[in-house]
């Protein structure tokens, strides 16, 4: 591995650099944070992709008929790697996404009914190269693995022949920005407001059934967008309005994906398995007397409480399908955490993970996050399907990386927006119990969009 350290360059800049480079993928801590918010990394001109389609796993455009699972799992034992402590954690390896959708190789679930759009149920580039940040030191490496040479040799050679390349990209002079969307809209949802109140309504009545304790129902928003839109641009706007700890933009041809994600999934570091649940949100507000007493009132919240709770009970079980016996342990329930538009209730979930399973085990197990189903994740994934009625893509799935050195860090794919074929598409929504109040639970999707139209510079007037 060749490792050259850069003199400091925003990560933003050298993003904007990069840009036009085949299949771009910024993870960005975009919200300052001393605990969340320490790495970023950059990538681009992968060598390898691993794409999963109609539940058909491929490796560089060639179908593999086996397990999608077992294909990522063989293809990062390919490239191992010793990772260095000295360095951010993402030093080479598969970044990308995986989408809600693929729930259905894990489980038998019905097919939602086709939407505008359908991209694939994961993409992840496999990168060489990597240009890491470490907010908290500010400091930057080109990391470069010399994969996927075999021999030591040529590999080192091509480790540092990447890296050159790299940094010659980056001491490029700034492109010219583009900073206007042109007009865009207007935005139509799957949902009127009386529709999302009746499916709240129609989860209630499954609750007291005995069904099910909690469901996530989500509103589909779509627009479409002008010819000259510029994702990048976007993306930057996105960011300074709505700051995250798991922010993210991929540019993957014509498809391109931006999150302003606050919530981590997976985080897998040596042994070590770390979830953080969001369950409970409530709109900030610009007076600060106010914008506490909002705050307190989220932590008051009986029914907010037990929306986390009943999550944190499920993501205790998934991660002791693969963690070691009783190591499983819940180190923070339903903490405040305050972000530019909302509050949210936080929970911390960590576990050690058995010494024969690996970061892809991991994330079966626990894929798609219990925050975004419910409880039962199974019967709730069900009910989403039939209530939503649209494929969620990549709403609720996870973005981020596995390492050839075994770490992986990935989000829950929230305040994301998928744009590809001129459509711009995202969702907002919340999680349904017995003591939900209909009306209230619409306010709160809207809630979560606002920042999401205020990025596009565009207002949602609702569908009849």
């Known amino acids: 591995m060749h490792v050259q350290e850069l003199q400091w360059i925003a990560p933003v800049t050298a993003m904007r650099r990069l840009a036009r480079r085949p299949h771009l993928t910024f993870l960005d801590s975009a919200a300052s944070h001393g605990i969340l918010g320490r790495y970023s990394y950059l990538t681009c001109d992968p060598f390898g992709t691993y794409m999963v389609a109609d539940g058909r796993a491929s490796w560089n455009g060639e179908g593999v008929e086996r397990d999608p699972w077992d294909v990522l799992r063989t293809l990062l034992a390919n490239y191992p790697q010793e990772r260095r402590p000295d360095l951010p954690p993402f030093q080479g390896g598969a970044a990308g996404y995986f989408s809600y959708d693929l729930n259905r190789t894990l489980e038998r679930l019905p097919v939602p009914a086709a939407s505008e759009h359908r991209s694939p149920q994961s993409i992840l580039h496999f990168y060489d190269v990597v240009i890491s940040y470490d907010h908290q030191e500010n400091r930057c490496w080109i990391v470069s693995t010399g994969w996927p040479e075999q021999d030591p040799t040529r590999r080192a050679a091509r480790a540092r022949h990447r890296a050159n390349e790299f940094a010659a990209l980056l001491a490029a002079s700034d492109p010219a920005q583009n900073d206007t969307y042109g007009a865009v809209g207007p935005w139509h949802s799957n949902f009127s407001r009386e529709g999302y109140i009746a499916a709240v309504h129609r989860v209630i009545d499954l609750i007291q059934a005995g069904d099910v304790f909690q469901v996530n129902i989500a509103q589909r928003f779509s627009a479409r967008l002008p010819t000259s839109f510029d994702p990048v641009a976007f993306y930057c706007q996105l960011r300074s309005l709505n700051p995250a700890p798991f922010a993210a933009l991929l540019r993957y041809g014509t498809l391109a994906i931006a999150s302003s994600s606050p919530e981590r999934f997976l985080k897998l570091d040596g042994r070590g398995v770390e979830t953080r649940p969001i369950k409970g949100t409530c709109a900030r507000s610009t007076d600060p007397k106010e914008d506490k007493r909002r705050a307190q009132l989220l932590v008051a919240s009986d029914k907010d409480r037990a929306e986390n709770i009943m999550i944190v009970d499920l993501l205790r079980s998934d991660l002791s399908r693969v963690c070691t016996s009783h190591s499983v342990d819940v180190t923070a329930l339903c903490n405040l955490e305050s972000y530019a538009s909302v509050h949210h209730l936080v929970s911390v979930v960590t576990g050690e993970l058995k010494s024969s399973q690996d970061a892809v085990a991991l994330l079966r197990a626990c894929f798609p996050g219990g925050s975004i189903t419910g409880a039962p994740k199974v019967r709730s994934m069900e009910i989403i399907t039939e209530i939503e009625r649209v494929a969620r893509e990549v709403y609720c799935g996870a973005i981020g990386f596995i390492a050839f050195n075994g770490h992986m860090d990935t ?51 609702g569908d009849s």
């Open 411 to 461: 989000n829950i794919a929230i305040r994301t927006v998928t744009i590809d074929g001129g459509l711009a598409v995202f969702h907002a929504g919340g999680g349904v119990t017995a003591m939900s109040d209909p009306a209230a639970e619409y306010e709160e999707t809207i809630v979560k969009a606002q920042r999401m139209f205020d990025a596009f510079a565009t207002n949602y007037f």
